[in-house]
């Protein structure tokens, strides 16, 4: 196609088929799902920045494992935060301007809102951890509002992947003690403004002693959206990916998404 030769607010306009696809994804679910095997196929080389103790005992066993290259945050002190809230965050920006990374995991969101209230709290007036009052949480949901959409906006201007791990949470309940909503742990209104700004939301959970992923909200389980994926005809999978003997994973997924003129099928 002809080039457009136009420029808006200093940006030059493409057709549409010219914008790069990526994929900003979370995946949540209850611990030991396999939601970091599930990240760990995703494309590319992988900068995988941890904040799960003992988190990378999963990458050991993954076929990808050579792919990944873990920045171990799990043993930092809380103040690591801050890190994360600067507009470079975590300093990460010349490793996915070289090209040397294709892909960055934040493992788990979920985790490091825990180490945001504690770096809350040593800013809150007359907070503490057992008591973090509502400034404290409020400023705690604030932090991680901002780590999350940093990686998510500077992963964008060099067309980088992102994916966010998340935990679900114990679960709204009614007078009579049901549960009736669950949703990811990642704090207040962040579940909101993170996750619009994502164009995937995956949860993950084990069924009947199968993995099971699903692409758009059921029962008492939220979020989850897809632009990717067709949910008329494929609103959940059985994932039979195992370490020993592979199968299909995010980065096929992705290529066949990449060459196809709309949403696909798995």
């Not at 002190?77 to 600067?86: D, E, L, P």
């Not at 099971?212 to 979020?223: H, R, T, V, Y």
Request: aromatic share 8%; net charge positive.
């Amino acid at each position: 196609m002809e080039a457009l030769n136009i420029k808006i607010g200093g940006v030059e306009a493409k057709p549409v088929q010219d914008i790069q696809k990526r994929l900003s994804l979370m995946i949540w679910g209850s611990a030991g799902c396999g939601k970091t095997l599930l990240a760990s196929t995703a494309p590319g080389k992988k900068l995988w920045l941890l904040f799960d103790p003992n988190g990378a005992d999963t990458l050991n066993i993954s076929p990808e494992r050579d792919n990944c290259t873990v920045v171990d945050f799990s043993k930092q002190a809380c103040n690591i935060v801050a890190q994360g809230c600067i507009d470079n965050p975590f300093g990460i920006e010349q490793y996915l301007k070289d090209g040397t990374f294709d892909t960055v995991v934040l493992d788990s969101a979920t985790t490091l809102l825990d180490l945001c209230l504690k770096f809350a709290v040593l800013n809150t007036k007359n907070a503490s951890v057992e008591v973090p009052t509502m400034a404290g949480y409020s400023r705690r949901n604030s932090y991680l509002k901002q780590v999350l959409q940093n990686l998510i906006r500077i992963t964008n201007k060099y067309n980088k992947h992102i994916i966010i791990i998340g935990h679900e949470d114990n679960g709204q309940m009614d007078e009579l003690g049901n549960i009736i909503k669950q949703t990811v742990m990642i704090g207040g209104s962040s579940n909101t403004a993170v996750c619009i700004n994502l164009s995937e939301i995956w949860y993950m959970a084990v069924v009947t002693g199968k993995r099971k992923l699903f692409f758009e909200p059921f029962g008492i389980k939220s979020p989850m959206k897809t632009r990717m994926i067709d949910t008329s005809k494929c609103k959940n999978i059985e994932w039979q990916y195992t370490p020993e003997n592979g199968g299909k994973g995010i980065k096929d997924w992705f290529e066949l998404w990449q060459n196809a003129q709309g949403k696909i099928t798995l």
